[in-house]
């Protein structure tokens, strides 16, 4: 296939689900009991902080015992052969795709592995537990947050999604179920501007009719053979 020029993938929960990381409506989509849209809100930060410090902190502990799979793999050659514009947006807050080696990636919802002060808007890496009331380093705030966009909250980086958006060639969905906004938006938007439209996901997803084309399986199967599709000569 003649490479397009601009290419812009987004990537869900479903990309990682074959490396051990849950996704968020599938079987098990509760954590403690609590429904995680209860547990990634202002307000719940603000009434009860020690309880979403520890959702968080459990999920990047978990970062520790996992690794990309064969399609984090596959998009990190892909970008490698790549000549055009290239952006993966990725609804995820885990590191896989940087893991498997991918440069060009935004996170949209934000990185466990990021602190965010709530105070001066300071960030900076983070490992480990982020105990509630934790000091920042530059205004020394006790407002240190997980660096995660919050159910209510504006994703990150809008502007430079929809300008690539606008620009893209070829926008290609992975492992995501549509049923969040904005992500769950950008096939139209793409569409909109001329870009084909490509669903690769496990099953049928809420946008799936939005697309040019889908195609159905796991991501460590379809990822890597509609990404040797494209690098074929
Ligand atoms: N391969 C490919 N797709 C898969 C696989 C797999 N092995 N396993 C599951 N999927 C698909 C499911 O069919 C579903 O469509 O991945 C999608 C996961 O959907 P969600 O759990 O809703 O995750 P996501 O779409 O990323 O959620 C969007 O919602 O809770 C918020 O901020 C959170 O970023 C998240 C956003
Ligand atoms: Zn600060």
């Known amino acids: 296939m003649a ?3 601009s290419l812009v993938i987004l990537t869900g929960a479903g990309i990682s689900a074959e490396s051990g990381l849950a996704t ?19 307000g719940a ?18 970062l520790a015992g996992v690794a990309p799979n064969d399609a984090h793999a596959a998009l990190a050659r892909l970008e490698r052969a790549w ?19 991918s ?9 466990l592995l990021s602190a965010l002060c709530a105070a001066c808007g300071h960030r900076l890496t983070w490992q480990g537990s982020l105990a509630p009331g934790t000091a920042c380093p530059s205004c020394g705030s006790p407002r240190l947050r997980p660096d995660i966009v919050f159910f209510g909250e504006m994703p990150y980086a809008m502007e430079r999604i929809e300008a690539a958006l606008s620009r893209a060639d070829l926008f290609v969905s992975i492992g995501t179920s549509g049923a969040v906004y904005p992500a769950a938006g950008f096939v139209r938007m793409a569409g909109a501007f001329g870009a084909a439209t490509l669903e690769l996901n496990l099953e ?4 799936s009719d939005w697309f040019d084309a889908c195609r159905h399986g796991p991501a460590s199967v379809v990822v890597p ?9």
């Open 83 to 101: 000549a055009g514009d290239f952006l993966i947006v990725t609804q995820n807050v885990d590191d896989l795709h940087e893991r498997a080696g």
């Open 3 to 5: 490479q397009p020029r």
């Open 103 to 111: 440069r060009r990636v935004l996170h949209m919802h934000g990185e």
């Open 45 to 62: 930060l603000a009434r009860d902080p020690a309880l979403v410090h520890r959702f968080y902190d459990l999920r990047r502990a978990a």
């Open 204 to 207: 049928p997803s809420a946008g």
């Open 225 to 233: 053979d509609w990404v040797n599709e494209m690098l074929a000569p």
């Open 24 to 42: 968020f409506r599938g079987p098990g989509g509760l954590w403690e009991g609590h429904r995680v849209e209860d547990v990634c809100t202002p």
